[in-house]
């Protein structure tokens, strides 16, 4: 049964960081394409990272504050995120494409404020 257990989240003040991760089960991660989505209140859920590649790990970053990693001896996907601002709050997803099919999490929170 394939599960995507996201944590990390919580409230942060503007300039500050967060790691964020995605433990995955029910399946290799290096096996998947696997991405990161978050949705701010009142609007649609938007791609922030991915990370694929089975020998190489190939990333795209929809914004250079932040970063996508893996670990797949922990099967194991990490969001890295600086220089927070409040436009960064919103719920973040972890999103995993395996055989065809698509998978997600139930979310983290993350509240910038100060």
């Known amino acids: 049964?394939?599960?995507?257990?996201?944590?990390?989240?919580?409230?942060?003040?503007?300039g500050g960081s967060l790691r964020?991760?995605?433990?995955?089960?029910?399946?290799?991660?290096?096996?998947a394409e696997m991405k990161w989505?978050?949705?701010?209140?009142?609007?649609e859920r938007e791609k922030v990272a991915g990370i694929f590649g089975v020998l190489v790990d190939t990333t795209e970053i929809a914004d250079s504050r932040f970063s996508i990693s893996r670990d797949n001896i922990e099967n194991?996907?990490?969001l890295d995120l600086d220089y927070l601002t409040p436009e960064d709050s919103g719920v973040y997803y972890c999103n995993a494409a395996v055989s065809g099919l698509?998978?997600?999490?139930?979310?983290t929170l993350i509240t910038v404020s100060s």
């Not at 989505?37 to 609007?43: E, H, T, V």
Request: aromatic content about 12%; some cysteine.
């Open 1 to 14: 049964q394939v599960k995507l257990v996201e944590s990390g989240g919580g409230l942060v003040q503007p």
């Open 20 to 31: 964020l991760s995605c433990q995955a089960s029910g399946f290799h991660i290096a096996n």
């Open 37 to 43: 989505f978050r949705q701010a209140p009142g609007k």
């Open 76 to 78: 194991t996907v990490y």
């Open 102 to 107: 698509e998978y997600w999490g139930s979310g």
